[in-house]
């Protein structure tokens, strides 16, 4: 996430609001990152997901004390952070719980069901092509080949999930299932989802 997005998110959070930023669909280092200096100026991570081949992060502003002292103490050493000035320095540990955080949180947008309904339909629509080119052998053989991706692809989605979530019960995080049903973490601090 370039310094562009990053003071682009300080001026919005002078409204003292919720904030959401809107990405293409770059690293979730990147995000984090960008959650990182909202939280080092008065605001907290909320929530991470795609919407429309981009990446949406929404941070809120902190109620805790230390977080209000933090950000208060950021804006008098860094004041002109939203419009140019320099920012505080990057702290590599909470940008890899930021990470995992969000990385956790897009991969359980859908459930498996879901991925494999959307994986399926997409490897069909990618059959197509061959199928009208070359005629339903080749078509099919396509099809047949990236039908066989669909188990390791959910594999590969599961051990990702996983190792983000033991990166984040290591850091002291709690799972919890927001009001939508997805599976989420909290940081030790925060209070469970209503």
Same mark, same amino acid.
């Given at each position: +996430?370039?310094?562009?997005?990053? /003071?682009? +998110?300080?001026? $919005?959070m002078? #409204?003292?609001g919720?904030? %959401?930023? @809107?990405? #293409?669909?770059? @690293?979730?280092?990147?995000?984090? $990152?960008? !959650?990182?200096?909202?939280? %080092?100026?008065g605001?907290e991570?909320?929530?991470?997901? %795609? =919407?429309?081949?981009?990446?949406?992060?929404?941070?809120?502003?902190a109620h805790?004390?230390k977080?209000?002292?933090?950000a208060?103490?950021?804006? &008098?050493?860094?004041?002109? *952070?939203?419009? #140019?000035?320099? =920012?505080p320095?990057?702290?590599?540990?909470?940008?890899?719980?930021?990470?995992a955080?969000?990385?956790?949180e897009? !991969? @359980?947008?859908f459930?498996?069901?879901q991925?494999?309904?959307? @994986?399926?339909?997409?490897f069909? #629509?990618l059959?197509?092509g061959?199928?009208?080119?070359?005629?339903?052998? &080749?078509?099919?053989?396509?099809? &047949? *080949?990236? +039908?066989? =991706?669909v188990?390791? =692809?959910l &594999?590969?989605? /599961? $051990?990702y999930?996983?190792?983000n979530?033991?990166?984040?019960?290591g !850091?002291?995080?709690? !799972?919890v299932t927001?009001?939508?049903?997805?599976? /989420?973490?909290?940081?030790?601090a *925060?209070?469970?989802l209503?």
């Amino acid at each position: +996430m370039g310094k562009r997005h990053i /003071r682009k +998110m300080l001026r $919005r959070m002078g #409204g003292g609001g919720p904030v %959401q930023s @809107t990405t #293409g669909l770059g @690293t979730t280092k990147g995000l984090a $990152r960008l !959650a990182f200096y909202a939280e %080092q100026f008065g605001y907290e991570y909320d929530s991470a997901h %795609q =919407l429309n081949k981009k990446y949406v992060i929404r941070v809120v502003p902190a109620h805790d004390p230390k977080a209000r002292a933090r950000a208060a103490e950021n804006w &008098v050493r860094y004041p002109g *952070a939203a419009s #140019g000035g320099a =920012l505080p320095p990057l702290d590599d540990d909470a940008v890899s719980v930021l990470n995992a955080r969000i990385s956790y949180e897009l !991969a @359980t947008q859908f459930t498996e069901k879901q991925l494999f309904g959307i @994986t399926a339909f997409g490897f069909t #629509g990618l059959a197509i092509g061959p199928w009208i080119k070359f005629g339903l052998v &080749v078509g099919g053989t396509v099809w &047949v *080949a990236l +039908m066989a =991706l669909v188990p390791l =692809l959910l &594999v590969a989605n /599961r $051990r990702y999930r996983a190792k983000n979530a033991a990166l984040l019960e290591g !850091a002291g995080f709690t !799972a919890v299932t927001d009001p939508e049903g997805r599976p /989420r973490y909290l940081p030790p601090a *925060a209070d469970p989802l209503d």
